[in-house]
């Protein structure tokens, strides 16, 4: 049988210690894949990312294929990394990282990269894509995870304080270090997207009085087929025809 | 985001280039208050060469024109293209903001 090109069939690490590599290759029954092998050839399946250098990921190298989930290590124990990976096994793409990752990334574009070569489209259309989950990402980065509330009033002031309480929680661990998680698949004409946080939530307001934010929810619902808030808003889920 | 800025006989040209998202807020200021001090009434933004905009970038837009309208000056948007352009269509600020090909 001829392995899905999408099915996770090998890790590699990023930065991670060896001996730490080896036991989670063992906890997740995956071989190890060095760097610098033939792009997946031997697999002819996806290679899971183990990110202990979140700088060095920045290289667009490792977000094309082979590669189709991407899991920062930061703080997590062994035992949440192979919880991750098992979520990872589920979705063509997926990514878990910190809150500061997501965003130093720009992760919209690099997701949708990923999407495009397993399924071409057109320019307007990977634009649009991109646009909603650029959204979806930055609400989770900004309201969910950072827990930063939206630009009240259209004044300097406004944006001031924005750019200051911003600053501020991006700085802060306890907020900075929060997850998001990206999930992306594929189905019969069209794309699936989830876009995770760990803040407090989000129940989508009847009326929405427009200052400079407040914009981006109604942008993705323009884009997308169909739009779901899940766990209390802490993940959208977002369907794209293809 | 960088922006460079020129002054012109009727009007301040300012060229917007990268991405405006809401990573650009001290940017966004610092234009804002450059844009206050100078003469001009009509301050121009070229986005001819702006690839990306996102729901805060066009926030933020939205408050320079505030800023310019207070301080009596107009603010125009011109050359939009590509994503940048799509951007503004869906978000429907023209009926907001004057929108130059």
Known sequence: MVPSPTRVAALQGLGVP???????????????????????????ASVLLLVGDAGAVEAPDFWQRPFGAWIEVA?????????????AARADLFACVTTVTANRLHLAGRILNGLAALHPMPEAQ???????????????????????????????????????????????????????????????ACAVVEVADEGTGFARP????????????????????????LDGGRRIRMRFPL | MDYGIEDK?????????????????????????????????????????????????????????EEMANADKQLVLRSAAGQVKRVLTVAQLNKIVTIED
Request: charged share 30%; aromatic share 4%.
């Open chain 1, 18 to 44: 060896a001996d730490r590599l080896d036991r989670l290759s063992a906890a997740l029954r995956l071989p190890p894949r060095r760097p610098g092998s033939p792009a997946g050839e031997e697999f002819g």
């Open chain 1, 75 to 87: 703080s997590l124990s062994d035992a949440q990394i192979v919880e991750a990976a098992r979520r």
């Open chain 1, 126 to 188: 990977r634009d649009d894509m991109e646009l909603a989950l650029h959204e979806a990402i930055s609400n989770a980065v900004v309201h969910g995870n950072l827990q930063v509330e939206g630009m009240k009033g259209l004044s300097v002031e406004a944006l001031e304080r924005f750019s200051h309480d911003l600053a501020a929680r991006m700085a802060d661990p306890a907020f900075a270090d929060r997850r998001i998680e990206v999930a992306a698949w594929l189905e019969s």
């Open chain 1, 206 to 229: 009847e009326r929405i009085d427009y200052g400079a934010s407040g914009r981006g929810l109604d942008l993705i619902a323009a884009i997308v087929e169909e739009l779901q808030l």
């Open chain 2, 9 to 65: 006989e009727q009007e301040t040209l300012v060229r917007l280039r990268g991405r405006l998202t809401f990573n650009d807020h001290a940017k966004l200021r610092a234009l804002i208050r450059e844009m206050l001090q100078n003469k001009a009434k009509r301050q121009v933004l070229d986005l001819s060469t702006l690839e990306f905009v996102d729901s805060a970038g066009i926030g933020m837009l939205l408050i320079a024109r």
